[in-house]
């Protein structure tokens, strides 16, 4: 994410990673509204939502019909390497070992969640 990009809301979160989980990242207003969990937003709430996600340039569309195709212009792994990075610089003072040391306190982690953790280190070996 480049520094002109604006942050999501949770609305617009919402709305992206349905995107993010389409085919191809893309889909009409109505295969994203088909994914969305009860209780669904109006039409025209989600519409708002991908002009402001356009606008801001998360999202591009492309008129098909008498409808839009909107795709995702970000990866989903770029987005939240970004933000997940800001967090740890703003919160954190930049430092890694905080910021993961706040998520094992504050996030009841399991003996799983721990083991998975400490494969994923060895991998990176």
């Known amino acids: 994410m480049d520094g002109r990009k604006k942050h999501l809301t949770q609305g617009e979160t919402q709305v992206m990673n349905i ?43 492309r008129k098909e019909g008498r409808s839009y195709l909107f795709k995702a212009k970000l990866d989903k792994d ?10 740890k610089d703003t919160l ?15 996030e009841k982690l399991t003996d799983k969640d721990i083991e998975e953790l400490k494969d994923i280190v060895k991998n990176l070996e």
């Open 19 to 61: 995107l993010w989980g389409l085919p191809g990242q893309e889909g009409f207003a109505a295969d994203i509204m088909k994914q969305y969990p009860n209780p669904k937003p109006a039409m025209t709430t989600l519409l708002t939502f991908l002009k402001i996600l356009k606008d801001k340039g998360y999202v591009s569309s």
């Open 78 to 87: 770029v987005y939240a390497g970004s933000f997940l990075s800001e967090v």
């Open 92 to 106: 954190f003072g930049g430092s890694f070992t905080s910021l993961v040391s706040f998520f094992v306190h504050n």
